[in-house]
């Protein structure tokens, strides 16, 4: 991925945060970029753990064939391309453990902890704050086999607000708009950096990881449904029933009203919670 084919940002703000600056060489950095996934699917020649981030999307994607809201001065967007020949495991447990990636990076650069929402969501009260979308590309030889992981995360809330059908549901990690973050006396681009970085060490990380448990563990315990009665929705009757917990690879375990337990693996369900979120 030469710097010649995009206008790509300095990755000198990142060096005094990142754990090990040699892994800047495989990180390419945009002001704005149409998707992040689709620059690496575009690339997928690209070395086992490349990141490309973006402050801005045009055409950001998220699960279900939907759009994420990707405006300038208001989050920021990275995708992280993996090799499942350099980690046959990974595979099984990419999502969990890229959505315990974005809540650690977003608790050691903001000093906030989200909860998680089943599958892929990271919330902050009511409101989310980040998604995660996954992509991959089957091939009979292993290794052109990749998985490419989205993660959008809302840093702070759009000079003009979240559109009218997701306001309702969207927040931020800040909580304030980026104008007001620097009049208060905080540096965006610097907590855009620091952000940056910490999602840098952990996707890092995630991609030499060879056990879920480590990271099942924290998904687990920083879950907002556990105990809490839902309706899974998207594959089907509706299914109600109540959360009981996780699998060691992030699977729903759910107990339905006639006791039973069922373990819903796919990622293209959605949740519908019948009490608010705490």
């Known amino acids: 991925m030469s710097n010649s084919e995009m206008q790509w940002k300095d990755l000198s703000p990142l060096i005094p945060y990142v754990q090990n600056p040699s892994v800047l060489k495989n990180v390419r950095w ?26 801005a999307q045009n055409a950001g994607k998220g699960r279900l064939g939907r759009s994420f809201f990707s405006p300038k001065d208001s989050g920021l967007y990275l995708s992280v391309l993996y090799r499942p020949a350099e980690s046959r495991a990974l595979s099984s447990f990419v999502t969990m453990g890229a959505c315990v990636a974005a809540l650690e990076a977003v608790a050691k650069a903001c000093g906030v902890t989200p909860a998680i929402k089943w599958v892929n969501d990271l919330m902050i009260g009511p409101k989310k704050i980040a998604g995660i979308l996954t992509e991959s590309r089957a091939d009979p ?19 003009r607000g979240f559109p009218d059908e997701i306001a ?13 973050y ?3 006396g905080g540096d965006p681009a610097d907590l855009r950096a620091r952000l940056l970085a910490a999602m840098i060490d952990g996707l ?39 959360v009981i917990g996780f699998d060691r690879f992030g699977h729903l375990k759910l107990q339905d009203e006639g006791g039973s337990l069922r373990i819903i693996t796919s990622g293209e369900l959605t949740l519908r919670v019948q009490e608010p979120l705490r």
Do not use: W
């Open 168 to 180: 309702d549901r969207a927040g931020s990690i800040t909580g304030v708009t980026a104008k007001a």
């Open 141 to 159: 030889n292993p290794e052109r086999q990749f998985i490419v992981v989205g993660i959008g995360l809302n840093l702070f809330i759009p000079e």
């Open 30 to 55: 945009a002001e704005n970029l149409g998707s992040t996934n689709d620059v690496l699917k575009a690339h997928p020649d690209a070395p086992h753990g490349t990141i490309v981030a973006a402050d």
């Open 182 to 184: 620097g009049e208060r």
């Open 204 to 242: 890092t990380a995630l991609g030499r990881a060879r056990r879920p448990e480590p990271y099942a563990e924290i998904y687990r315990s920083h879950s907002n449904l556990v105990g809490r009665k839902v309706i899974l929705t998207g594959a089907g009757e509706p299914l109600p029933g109540t």
